[in-house]
């Protein structure tokens, strides 16, 4: 799921993935993998702010039956944020690094590859020929 963000000080600013987990330790594992992978390709291809990984309890995390995240990519009240926001391009960005997170999520972990390097660009071509 993703989102923007809003903040009163116009400071705040960059990228947060949450996912599914509790303070009592109840937690989605495979949510958080997939969390952490969005998070560092996400920051990784833009160079946004880190605002790390979360677990949260959200109905949307929760009451799902898959992994789940809720990708907050940036703040509109910020004028950094916002001007990336509003750029296709950066949008572009997004969109591929998620999916690159996503490839990864299934990579066998052995085989797993440095952050921002899967090009995804022949996968956005088949999905362009479906």
């Known amino acids: 799921s993703l989102h923007v963000d809003g903040h009163p000080n116009p ?4 990228v947060a993935t949450y996912h599914f987990g509790s303070t009592s330790g109840v937690t989605s594992t ?3 993998r997939l969390a952490g992978l969005v998070q560092r390709e ?12 979360h677990g949260k309890v959200w109905d949307l995390l929760r009451l799902t039956r898959m992994p789940a995240v809720r990708v907050e990519v940036g ?8 001007q990336r926001l509003v750029d296709p391009r950066f949008r572009e960005l997004v969109i591929e690094s998620i999916m690159a997170a996503v490839q990864r999520m299934y990579f ?6 440095p952050t921002g390097s899967i090009d995804v ?4 071509a088949l999905a362009g020929t479906a």
């Open 108 to 113: 066998p972990v052995d085989s797993d590859v």
């Open 11 to 14: 400071l705040a600013e960059g």
């Open 75 to 82: 703040y509109l009240t910020s004028p950094a944020d916002r």
């Open 30 to 32: 495979v949510g958080e």
């Open 121 to 124: 660009s022949k996968l956005r």
């Open 42 to 53: 996400i920051v990784a291809r833009t160079g946004m702010r880190d605002c790390k990984t």
